[in-house]
């Protein structure tokens, strides 16, 4: 059994035993009240050496989380109109804008570097072993500005000098339409960094605060655990690239990716 889909059928089982609460931010799209089941403090950890945490419960659509990551750390932009993936439309103006979330954060410049990405990368190869290597989305000054605030918003990178190992705290997430896709959005960028610093990828540690499922999910959460899970696929990265800046969408992908059909959603915004 792959260890996400290991962790994800235990995380479940606690958020189904819980009563339903309201929801007073979020809406469904035809009205109707929304209501949340929902745990506090989820802590997993992954070792990317040694698995790669793709959900086989039922498919992970890796082009689109790539695309996310090179909009968010790599374009850092905060407009849908510089990624191909349709995830961000319900929260974009007009000009496709999200506010000065994600990509915006992620671009102001820091201890004279251009941006945090940069930041991050420069003092990795600065110092190894350095305690800084920080990127922070979760900025109070600019919260009114954001058309959603960053749930995914702290990030650590973390060597050994052999490993390069990242913290993600996330405020809050939907859990079951979001969690396979984090985890394997920021084992990507992991991986990223770590063939950049020319080491090898160690361990995600991903923080939920709020973790959550809607009333509208509650079938979906059923069926997904009922699915027997498959083992664990293997991420090929081509070997020839090692700079950050240059990884494409072709240079990833899941071999060996045995997994359950698809499951839709109704998305709460």
């Known amino acids: 059994m792959a260890l996400i889909d290991e962790y994800q059928k235990e995380t479940l089982e606690r958020i189904l035993a819980q009563e339903w609460t309201p929801d007073n931010r979020a809406v469904w799209k035809d009205g109707t009240p929304i209501m949340t089941k929902r745990i506090f403090g989820v802590v997993n950890r992954y070792d990317l050496s ?7 419960t039922r498919p992970l659509p890796l082009k689109t989380i790539f695309d996310e990551v090179d909009w968010i750390y ?7 109109n510089d990624m191909k993936a349709k995830i961000w439309d319900e929260w974009a103006d007009e000009t496709g804008s999200i506010g000065e979330a994600y990509g915006a954060q992620v671009a102001k410049p820091v201890y004279g570097y251009d941006n945090q990405m940069d930041y991050v990368l420069g003092e990795l190869e600065r110092d190894p072993f350095t305690r800084r290597a920080v ?4 900025n109070v000054d ?21 490993k390069t ?31 950049h610093l020319g080491q090898e990828a160690g361990e995600l540690v991903h923080v939920i605060g709020d973790c959550h499922i809607y009333n509208k999910h509650l079938e979906q959460a059923k069926e997904i655990l009922e699915r027997e899970p498959y083992s664990a696929p ?18 990833f992908r899941l071999e060996n990716y045995e997994k359950h059909s698809q499951i839709y959603f109704d998305v709460a915004v």
């Open 50 to 56: 040694k698995e790669f945490p793709a959900p086989t």
């Open 74 to 80: 790599r374009k850092r932009s905060n407009n849908i």
């Open 135 to 138: 990127i922070e989305m979760w």
């Open 142 to 162: 600019d919260l009114t500005k954001m058309n959603l605030p960053p749930c995914a918003h702290h990030l650590q990178f973390w060597s050994d000098g052999k």
């Open 165 to 195: 190992n990242l913290i993600l705290k996330q405020r809050s997430q939907d859990f079951i339409t979001a969690n396979s896709f984090n985890v394997c959005e920021y084992s990507i960028l992991l991986h990223m960094v770590a063939r």
């Open 234 to 251: 293997t991420l090929w990265i081509n070997p020839e690239k090692k700079d950050f800046y240059s990884f494409t969408v072709d240079d």
